[in-house]
């Protein structure tokens, strides 16, 4: 592993079903990010975590949740999915900490659609 | 609250053709902003940050603090920068920091 892995890469899921998206990050950034992509509102922050064993509330909350039980992990859940959360998803990290890094890495995404 | 716009979904352009890609920010304290490039089904890849004043692949941006904007700048255009384009501004809050991102702009450079 290298940076940001995320899985699936693609899914399909019937309206209602339970989903868990999976990130993990082999660099020990402390801040873990979801975001959803959706043509037109760019990328909206969904949850996010500064560190392990602590959460909160990004621009987009609704329907989703998360947990981060270690440093590395992330994963994204949603309880009953509907086809509003049709979206490319992407998970990000970054140290958490301010100074010339700033950026954030991002995995390579999850194309969800809810049918 | 902070806030990013990216007037322009689509911009299109010739090859050669100087390229100008807008980004306007609101955020009440000092902002630090960042440019992302995602290119066709690839992942977002971070290309410039204005605390760094750097130039990367020929593109440029500028903090002007005044008009509250971070355009994104290349003076000729190449047919390899067609991508998705994202303006982002980190905040900070006291329960750490934020990233926001611009609604993103479709550059095409046509041959």
């Known amino acids: 592993i290298a940076g940001i892995t995320q899985a699936p890469t693609s899914q399909i899921l019937a309206a209602g079903r339970r989903m868990t998206l999976r990130c993990t990050q082999d660099?020990?950034?402390?801040?873990m990010y979801w975001y959803r992509q959706d043509l037109g509102l760019g990328l909206r922050l969904i949850h996010y975590?500064?560190?392990?064993?602590?959460?909160g509330k990004g621009e987009v909350p609704d329907g989703y949740s998360v947990s981060r039980a270690n440093t590395d992990d992330f994963p994204l859940t949603l309880a009953s999915a509907v086809p509003s959360q049709t979206s490319v998803y992407f998970c990000?990290?970054?140290?958490?900490?301010?100074?010339?890094?700033?950026?954030?890495?991002f995995g390579s995404g999850t194309r969800l659609t809810v049918v | 609250a902070q806030r990013v716009t990216q007037p322009e979904k689509l911009l299109s352009v010739f090859k050669g053709a100087p390229v100008e890609l807008k980004c306007n920010y609101s955020?009440?304290?000092?902002?630090?902003l960042f440019w992302y490039v995602q290119y066709s089904r690839q992942r977002l890849q971070l290309l410039l940050r204005?605390?760094s004043r750097e130039s990367i692949k020929g593109f440029t941006a500028d903090l002007n603090k005044g008009e509250t904007s971070f355009h994104l700048k290349k003076p000729f255009a190449q047919e390899e920068d067609s991508a998705m384009y994202y303006c982002?501004?980190?905040?900070?809050?006291?329960?750490?920091?934020?990233?926001?991102f611009g609604e993103g702009t479709q550059l095409t450079v046509n041959p």
């Open positions: 990000a990290s970054s140290t958490g900490t301010g100074g010339v890094a700033g950026g954030y890495t």
């Open positions: 660099m020990r950034h402390n801040a």
């Open positions: 975590s500064n560190t392990a064993g602590t959460t």
């Open positions: 955020y009440s304290g000092s902002p630090e």
């Open positions: 204005h605390i």
């Open positions: 982002a501004l980190r905040g900070w809050e006291t329960s750490g920091s934020r990233l926001t």
